[in-house]
Structures are given as structure tokens and as C-alpha cells.
């Protein structure tokens, strides 16, 4: 369709079943526009006066005695997540630690658990955390790392990834969506290639959980780890997830032996004994205060259902894509089944431009080397939102205004 | 001295220099006498309205550009600990994930350093987490363990370390004071002794940090983490600190290979860069609400000074002794030199007792198999409390009221 005026987003919003949701969310500014809900997720209404409580009444006043509670959270979040929002069983997944360390145990527990197999298959193209944490526990081992070249617009080819799978390979580390272009690889597919070859796939879900359904147990999927503040809306560096399938869970011992790993915990005994299921991935004691914040940041998604927040979710990355001004190409895939919640253009001045466009009031964000991700949350954004940021960004292309601004990289994108 | 009364106490208190610090803490219920500051530290009183601040308004309103300010955080908290509480100089601690993660991540990359070394000197009665760690590193590594006997009252002998640190150790991992007598270890004399048989020392400072000085770089210390829960006051499960002397910091390669320990981290690179500094020692994004309540707590401590903490510390711990209850034994060094922060106490009926004198107001803490901890904290115990927990102690021992309850173990202690 052509350009679409900002009546069509006005009319989407009236008829948006989701639209009660933004109310859940603290909206200090209505003039900023903010799409940077893939990076950071907006504050949850609930979550001050929640945090607040934990802090005053079960910090303040419970003191050490409200650890009989704050110790099952990592567990009881975890299944919240896993039935809700990862189509996983209880005892599946537990809050732990960030995601990067979540990659490393589990990633580790695989590789000394199938010692024979020598390679590791990454995406070239993933998230450096993912590549990184993988090249160390490569390095040390002496194990190869096959990073497959994906595109940087479309993702990973699913046959490069069953050209890339054979009988040496212990490891299948990939992202279900690209954290630049939000191309998504196809899980129960590479699930079911991996299975084949023996080799066990781990999925990083820090840009899907919340934004789409996640079918973990469906799929077949073995191990995941995911943050809980992007579309989990759960603050900055809240702790992260993973899930482990529950067969999984007796031949993997993850290498940091932490003592809320151990079986009968307080016991204090002299030799480590991990727990049986899922808590045998936990190491060390859990930051409460980001921790409680992913609570009241649930129930939000809980009460919309995930398969509502799809629905939306495409809707609106279809609406930017109606809405993508001269000058900026499109650098995620235009099918939305292929595409999770943020839409990628690019522009050789994008670094600029995002900057340029913040000065607008539109917060969206800059990947390199020349990538704008336009982030919409589907429990926030209004089409308006998406209206009124496309609209600027067209006047600001138009303009040129943004090069007046330098061009230095910034420490913090 | 005889049992002093209660008087003594009052007179204790009123010439207490750092009597005003109470009042930087929340004290709800005044009747309660909170003597597990050693697990748990009091919630200091600007730490709410911070806290809350920090979700409010940057979060809430400042978004995802708050990370132009967070990103800073586990540095500049790391040098103020640095400064006023540990000895170091800056750039030598920074503020990461959880003391279990910190201690695996330092006792990782020095094992990686000196291939040849084959073995590992622990404390046989050290904290769980401490033993676990270790053992971990070493049955991925076919390393040796050397598990120190040592008195579970008075701790480790130096003469025992001084005979197990040979030229195939690589690595010694040390509390500085025992968590359960709270006996210290010479640190000076222990790096001394290491230096020279070629061996690197790992301190864990969790049972001193904040209550007693701790001259990292004067006594030769190589190592060292904590937490930041205890005697600092940065609430349930704060992120850990973790020190490397700056000197060793290119010798030095951390296993988990994170983005938040890349040279310039958003420039998303192909390969793992390790920042030059004390930046490579991190790995994720830290869980920022939890990193936030570090600040006002470090205010406290900062005002207060460690030296002066410790004078109290002494002097509070000298005044348990001296009140100890008939039927308590005290398994603790009695020279106050040679102790930290808490005083603890033996009784076959401790577990039983410590929940009676929860119910009779006092919060003490009990740890296997048999022993009471009684930890005042001088930023907030005052010697009435130390004096009203003993008598209460008294009676109940007088009365065996806890012989009432039931012996069930406890899940968390």
C-alpha cells in the first residue's frame, strides 16, 4: 500500500485489543517515542512500588529472615516464564545469573558431556557475547569453532547450518532472532538437523521471549538462555534465564560448582553434589531487587498472552515497513514470519541519524557498522507511535539535519 | 570483668563515636535485636528513596540512554571500595556478578597462567561455595585439591599453609575470616609465605569487607573477592566486588569471555578483545537496581571509616564475650586480633536455640553442626542490643524453652 496518514495508525490503535496494555507501563514523556523496546524495555506501572516493597518491607523489616522466601524466586519465575512464555514444562528454566554466563554453563556442561566431538557451530553474524563466550570455551579446550557467514540483512540459511552439523559437532549455539536484522532461525527444524547428527542445539531467546511464542518443549529444543529485559520489561541487567530439558538435566554438570548448585544447600557438606533438576545450574546468590522486578514485568505479558503480543508485533513491523522513508533501506527480512519484533534499516550516516533522531524524540538504536533498529513493543506501541517516528525520521532524511552532528563512535549504542 | 549490667551497656553506647550511624539505617521494629548483619546487612536508610530513583527516573524516564551513566557503575563503585574499604588502589576492583562467579572466574585465569602447577591449597573448613568452586576447577582440570585441616574454632595454622605451599602449587584460596568462627587468617604472612614458593593467593573478604580494614595492596594480596551483602549493606544477593592487583591484570585471562569484558564492547568486533584494565574480569550486563543499592551503603561506610568500624567491631565482640550465657561455649578465637566481625558460640541444642531466640526477639544465625553466630554490626548494634541478646539467651537457656521445638532442618539457615 502506499503511504499510509496517520489516520490509518490512529484507527489500528482504536481497534488494537493490546491497547489497554500501555497503560501498564509508566510513560513520563508522551512526546518521545520510544522503540528501543528490544534493547530495554519500558518500566512496568507496577514495578516501583513493588521493587519498593521488597525493599522497605522484605529487606527493611523482614532482614535476613525473608531469605525463606526470596530463595524459591529464581524457581517460581522461572516456571512462570517457562509456561507462559517459553512453552516449557516447570522445573525447565530458572533466573540465574546474566545471559553470558547462562552460555557459558551450559555450554560447557555439553561439551564436557560429548568430549569426542571437536567443533562448535556458531552464526558469524550472532551477538558477540554468544561468539565470544564460544571462542573462549573453544580456546581452552581446543576445540573448533565453525562460524557459519550468515547475511547480515536475513540471517542464517538453514542449509548452511545442516551443511555445518556433522558427527563432530557437539554444539549448535544460534540466536532464534538476529540481534541486528531480527531475521529468525527456524527451531524446530534446526532441532530436528542437530538431533540427526547427534549434536545438541542451545538458543539464545534474548530477542524473542516476550515478543513471540517461543515453543521451546514443541520444537524439541535442548537448552536456551534468554535477558529478561528486553521485551521482558524487567529493568536494566535483570537476571537472566535458561532452560535446560528436564531428560537433559542428569548428564550436564555446568563447571561452576556454586553452592546454590548443591543439593541440600545449607547442609554446607565438604563435597559438591548437585541438585537433581533444574537448580544444579545455579551457582551463586541471586541479586533480589533486579530479580523481584521481573515479577510485576510478567504479569503484564501473563494477562496479553504472548500470541496476542505476536499478532501486534507483526502488525506493527509491517506498519514501519509501509512507512520506511526514501533514503533508508530495509535490512531485516520482509516476511514477517521470517522476522521477530524489530525492524533493521540501514544508512550509511545511521550512526547520525540515531542520534539526530533521539534529538526528535524517537529513541531507536544503532547497530554496527550502518544499522537504525526500529524496536516497537507491541504492549506499549501505539501505530501512532510508529506513525509519528517514521514521520520524523522522513523530515530528518529530508533535512539532512543530521550531519551536522560528528560522526565519533559512541562508548555506550 | 564479671557479668557487666545493663548499665554498662548505656554507658557504652553514650560514649559510642559512632552511635549517630544508626540512624542511617531503617530500624522498624525496635524491639528486635538484629545480630546477623554478618549474612544480611540492615537496609541503610537513603537506600529505598535511591533505589527508587534509579527506577523512576532512570529507568523510567531516562530509558535505555541510561546506560550512558550505568555503564560506569561496576567501576566507580569498585573504586570507592577500593579506596575506603579494601587498600587498593583504583582501577584494581570492580563490582561483577556473584562472589561464586568472581572467585571461579580469578581461580580460572590463574590456573590458565601456570600450566604447570598442579595443585590447589583450600581450607578444608572454608565456606562451601569457596571448596565447591574449587573442586570444580580442579576435577575439570585433573588438579589437585589440598584441603587444609584447621580448627573449627580458631581457624587454619599459618604453619599448616606455610607446609603445603610448594612450588606445585599454583593457586591458594583463603577466607580472610572464617564464616563460621569468624577466626582470621594473617594475610600478610600468607601472601608472604605464597610469594615465595612461586604460588598466587585468592582471598575471599566476604566476612570482612566493611568491618574490619582491609590493606590489600600493603600486605602483598594478589586476589581477592566478596560480597557486598554483609557488613556493606548493599542488600539481598548485591553484586560481588572482585581485586587483581594491577600488576597482574595482562597476566591474567578470565574463561568466561562476556561482551562487558571486550575492549571497546559496542563495537561488537569478531573476536574476543580483552579490555586492558580490570574490565576484562567482567562478562555481562549487571543487574543495575541490585548494583545501585551498593552506592548508599558505601556512603555510610565512607563517613563512618573502616578503622573506626573496627574499633567498635572489637570492642562489641569483647562485650559478647564477656556476656556469654552458662551452657554456651565459645568457639571463637578469643583474642580479638585474631577475629572478625562475629563472635560465634556452641551448644549441641544451637539450631533449636537460634530459633527460639528468634522468637524471643533476637536474630542470631546458626550454622552446621552446632554453632550460633552472633554478629554485631558497629554501624547499627549497639551495645544495649549486644546486652539485651545475651540476656535473652540467658533465660532461654535457663528455661530450655527450645527444647519445645521441633529438631527438623532447616531448608535455608
New interface residues.
Partial sequence: MGHPPRRTAEELDAADPLAWARDRF?V??PDLV?L?GN??G??PAA??DF??AV??NQ???G??????T??DWAASLGDRLAEHVLGARPGEVVLS?????NL?KLAAAVL?ATPDRRTIVVD?GD???D???V???AA?RGLTVRALASDIDTGLSLNSVAAAVDDDVALVVLSHASYRSGALNDMAAVNSLARKAGAVVLWDLSHTAGVLPVHLNASGADLAIG?T?KYLNS??????FLYARADLHPALRQ??????G?RD????????DPAGGIGRFL???????????VDPALSVIEEAGVARIRDKSVRLGEFVLDLVPPGMRVASPVASDRRGGHVTLEHPDAWRICRAL?GAGV?C?Y??PDRLRVGPAPLYTRFVDVWDAMDRLRDLLASRSYEQLDDA?????
Avoid: K, N
Fill in positions: 509508566v513520563t514523556d520510544y528501543d534493547s530495554l519500558r518500566l514495578t516501583p521493587v519498593d525493599v522497605r529487606w527493611g523489616t532482614l535476613v529472615r525473608t531469605w525463606h526470596w530463595i545469573d546474566s545471559t553470558s554466563v557459558y564436557a558469524a551477538f558477540p557475547t561468539r565470544y563466550i571462542q573462549g570455551l581452552e535477558c529485559y529493568g536494566p541487567g535483570a537476571p537472566a563447571p561452576i560448582w556454586g553452592w546454590f548443591q544447600q545449607f547442609r554446607m557438606g565438604p563435597d559438591y551457582v551463586g546468590t541471586p541479586p533480589v531487587l533486579s530479580l523481584a522486578a533521539a529513541i538504536d547497530r554496527e563512535p559512541g562508548r555506550v549504542t
